[in-house]
C-alpha cells in the first residue's frame, strides 16, 4: 500500500496551529478592493479559523504528520 501524499496546493493556503486547528486567509481581498468598505477590506486581512466537518478532511490532506 502507497503512502499518501501531502497535497501541496493546501500546504501553501493553510496553516495548522500548535493546539490543531486550521488557519487559513479569508478570500475576497484578491483585486476589485475599491467597491468593498475599509471595514470590510479590514475585516478581510484578518485570518479565518477553519471549523465544522471540514477539518477532518484538511488535516488528511495535509497528511499524518500535521
Same mark, same amino acid.
Given at each position: 500500500m502507497p503512502k499518501? #501524499?501531502?497535497h501541496k496546493g493546501l500546504t501553501k493556503r493553510v496553516k495548522v496551529t &500548535? $493546539? !490543531?486547528k486550521? @488557519? &487559513?486567509r479569508k478570500? $475576497? @481581498?484578491g483585486h476589485l478592493l475599491? !467597491? #468593498?468598505s475599509?471595514?470590510?477590506r479590514r475585516?478581510? !486581512?484578518k485570518s479565518l479559523i477553519i471549523n !465544522?466537518?471540514?477539518v477532518k478532511t484538511i488535516k488528511e490532506m495535509l497528511g499524518s504528520g500535521k
Open positions: 499518501q #501524499k501531502t &500548535a $493546539g !490543531g486550521i @488557519k &487559513a478570500c $475576497g @481581498k475599491s !467597491g #468593498k475599509a471595514n470590510r475585516r478581510l !486581512g !465544522g466537518v471540514i
